[in-house]
């Protein structure tokens, strides 16, 4: 068995409500979906990474794909997962972004194979999570008018995006739970917009609020900072965009520096490598998260066949398919009430462009 076409689709896709994080705003999302055909078959993914996370921008690459992919793939072994991978790394080191959307096509395509979705080909812990859904840097009224609207749409896992001033991130997420208590779950995300005083600072305002976990306050290269805030906090400290790699997994568990992890598959570079990640947060006591991008939900799938994996990933922010305008995946993952659910088709779900 051969793959015998590679080809790659360049699509962007608007988003309904532009949000703001820390160090931007978003009103869209460029994609890139990849079609590896074999027998008859076909594999699908895709990629929407962040140029500021991973350094992959699609506009730009795309040209540089175009030929290359066909040449490292056509001809190959479908079921050499491993090896087609590697090449790829070889090739394109600085694009993790790549290498995982590669990485789910291969996986899509053995799943239609098998006639198996792909969560229960590699663990099946579980059929279903509970994901958080995001509210962006905004003023007061508007994250309450959001909150309430989630709520309503039976979302009980708030996060709320802030890193810009301590004292009206902290006032945010208090007015947020004197509405609506203990019936939701609130997760802060500082991407990488304080540094230790300001984090101590948000953490010292919202004390009595029960903050489920406090993720990437402080930059990304500065995870001893990480490490400092972890070690003087009672919450659970995240680290996302400081974990890039196997190594950076390795190195963060090594040190003790944070106590939970959000693995990305654009960040690792797919299934495969994150399967390793959890590994070693498994063995330092690690508690995961699966998170994502402005992604498509054949992204979001993938993501949910990998957290569906694994009984140490407690944790899903599966969210960024939900505001995507024309998106051609829509229907390959199931919400209900704020729970995130495979559809019971082979591979990841997708029917294809």
Known sequence: ??????????????????????????????????????GGRSGWGCMAPDPFVTGEDVQKIH????????????????FRRAQHLDRIKKAFPLYPGVRAMADMALWDLLGNYAG???????????SRIETSITIGICPLQETLEQAREFVGR????????????????GERV????????????????????????????????????????????????????????TNRTEVNIMADESLLSLMDAFTLARKGLVDMMNIKLLKV????????????????????????????????????HFALSRKNILYADLDGHFDLIDDPAAGTVITRKGFLYPSEKPGLGFGGL
């Open 269 to 304: 570079g797919g299934i495969t490598d994150a399967i390793q990640v959890d590994s070693v947060a498994r063995s330092a006591k690690i508690k995961v998260m699966v998170g994502c991008m402005d992604e498509s939900a054949l992204g979001i799938s993938a993501g949910l």
């Open 63 to 78: 040209p540089e794909l175009r030929d290359a992919l066909p040449a490292l793939l056509v001809g190959g072994d479908p």
């Open 1 to 38: 068995m051969k793959i015998t076409r590679v080809e790659l689709i360049p699509l962007t896709l608007k988003l309904k409500t532009p949000y703001t994080v820390a160090y931007q705003t978003f009103d869209h999302a460029d994609h890139l979906f990849l079609r590896l055909e074999s």
């Open 116 to 126: 198996l979705p792909v969560w229960k080909i590699i663990g099946g812990y579980r």
């Open 154 to 169: 039976g979302f009980a896992i708030l996060k709320i995006k802030g890193g810009v001033s301590p004292e009206e991130d």
């Open 174 to 229: 208090i007015r947020v739970y004197e509405e609506f208590g203990k019936g939701v779950r609130l997760r802060f995300d500082a991407n990488q917009g304080y540094d230790i005083k300001k984090t101590m600072t948000f953490l010292d305002i919202i004390k009595d609020i029960p903050l489920e976990l406090l993720e990437q306050p402080t930059g990304k290269e500065d995870t001893d900072s990480l490490g400092h805030i």
